[in-house]
């Protein structure tokens, strides 16, 4: 496995905690919890059972982070968990009453309260099976990771790391609180979750973690595919994906949830005739990631669609490599091909419909641009670059240049001018003709009646007829359109 540089430590780890075990900065952070929580918790403490907050909020109070997700646990069974809640909230749900979970809301503030639990999967069956525990202690023994499994006592704010994941946070490493295999096997989809965290939290993954992912990664089968996408998609919009998934890669998890990704290693040939594509695919990702904008730019990060096509952009390539005479190597239509591949597996996954449309779109346009660069385009060419790129022009320009990754300065800089004066020309053609939004200039109205004709597949051809022409022409006027409509309709009776 390439090991990514890892990123540097937080600072706020190095604080020295209190006799409740914050550290300044945790309690900072705490500070801004809202005071419904404060409530809440004497509203449960009053009942005689216990409250706290666990898990993610804890690990992000540490790193300087207010919790903004208020996960809690508690000693209360579901049923008394749901009477507090309707006490204390404007509005309570038990849409997670099967896992012990009951949410509520007061005000702008959601939580959600889940039973001391312990879990695990029946062989051959996708969801966990719930037991109930009687200690916080015993509760976070089941939590996935060390660092995930510190709990605050509420209303004190006692740290409660039975686990030494704080230790852990500050150690940069990801551990799991009781045997991997063990964990894993209580819920395969922590397998995912490792790979997630270490692409989130920049945290180095434990050897016997990695071998437990490796030995084990066939268990995610039994896992939804919902809840693998779910993983997937937080791992890749994480600060430093690249890191997870190497992991994935490396411990062939990738080869359960993301075989076409695995099979790009089957491209590297020893014999050097072309460029190691794993490798290739992995720097594109991270150099799309550095293209993305800040909230007020064209392509705000962290972009799925972007990030997902350039995961995926080259997938079409072991299945269309070609060994030449001369020791040539080709991939002639690994664009179309990748294109298919990225839909089916993203379908696979269950990502929504404009997500595979959008992901496929920008792996089947990827290569389109070298033909501007072989050669200039006319006017024409580049409207249709515009027309067929659609909304996704500007992940496009960023996915193109990202793709370039040879060590060759000036055919990377030629790469560069290249594409910076195709933008040119596209933003000089939508000045002149606003090229978004790009239509013939008769519409299927007005086409019907030049011609009198009823609408059909007629109107249709005619339409595509006109907005080829324009494509080619560049805005004509009505007047030259119906011309050109006229001679095209009868040169069809013509031939008919």
């Known amino acids: 496995m390439t090991a990514q540089t890892r990123p540097p430590s937080h600072a706020p780890l190095s604080e020295e905690p209190d006799a409740c075990g914050l550290t300044p900065t945790a309690r900072c952070a705490l500070f801004a919890l809202p005071v419904p929580l404060a409530a809440l918790a004497h509203t449960f403490a009053r009942a005689g059972h216990e409250i706290a907050l666990v898990g993610g909020p804890v690990r992000d109070a540490f790193m300087g982070t207010t919790p903004h997700d208020l996960d809690l646990t508690t000693s209360a069974r579901p049923e008394q968990t749901e009477v507090l809640l309707r006490a204390w909230g404007d509005a309570c749900w038990d849409v997670g009453r099967d896992f012990g979970t009951i949410g509520a809301r007061k005000g702008e503030v ?37 660092v995930n499994a510190m709990a605050l006592r509420l209303p004190d704010l006692e740290l409660v790391d039975p686990h030494h994941g704080l230790a852990d946070l500050r150690a940069g490493v990801l551990r799991t609180p009781v045997s991997p295999v063990q964990s894993f096997d209580d819920d395969p989809l922590r397998i995912m979750r490792a790979a997630r965290f270490a692409a989130q939290l920049g945290l180095d993954v434990e050897p016997d973690v990695v071998s437990a992912m490796s030995q084990m990664a066939s268990r995610l089968s039994i896992v939804s595919a919902e809840r693998v996408r779910a993983e997937l998609e937080r791992l890749l919009t994480s600060p430093w994906p690249r890191r997870g998934l190497e992991l994935l890669v490396h411990t062939g998890v990738a080869d359960v949830v993301l075989p076409e990704v695995s099979a790009l290693r089957e491209t590297v040939d020893e014999h050097r005739r072309h460029k190691d594509v794993y490798e290739h695919t992995l720097t594109v990702l991270d150099q799309a990631i550095d293209l993305e904008t800040g909230p007020q730019g064209p392509v705000p990060g962290p972009d799925l669609v972007l990030r997902l096509a350039a995961l995926l952009h080259d997938i079409g390539k072991p299945a269309t490599r070609r060994f030449l005479p001369g020791g040539t190597v080709t991939f002639h239509g690994h664009d179309h091909v990748g294109a298919r591949l990225a839909a089916k597996r993203l379908r696979a996954l269950r990502f929504d419909k404009q997500t595979v449309k959008d992901v496929a779109r920008l792996v089947e346009l990827h290569l389109r641009f070298h033909g501007y660069a072989d050669a200039g385009w006319s006017d024409s060419a580049v409207r249709r670059y515009v027309t067929d790129a659609g909304p996704l022009l500007e992940r496009l320009h960023r996915l193109t240049r990202a793709d370039v990754t040879t060590r060759n300065r000036r055919k990377a800089a030629m790469l560069d001018h290249a594409y910076d004066d195709l933008e040119a020309r596209i933003d000089q053609l939508r000045k002149a003709e606003e090229l978004a939004a790009i239509r013939p200039d008769l519409d299927g109205s007005q086409i019907m009646a030049e ?43 013509d031939q008919e």
């Open 451 to 493: 011609l009198g004709v009823a609408p059909g597949p007629v109107v249709g051809q005619a339409y595509r007829f006109l907005l080829d022409l324009r494509m080619e022409k560049g805005p004509l006027g009505e007047e030259l359109a119906r011309q050109a409509l006229r001679s095209w309709w009868a040169a069809r009776q």
């Open 110 to 146: 959601v939580v959600e309260v889940t039973t001391y639990r312990t879990e695990d999967y029946e062989v051959g069956s996708r969801k966990p099976t719930v037991s109930y525990g009687d200690t916080l202690e015993g509760d976070l023994t089941r939590r996935d990771f060390t």
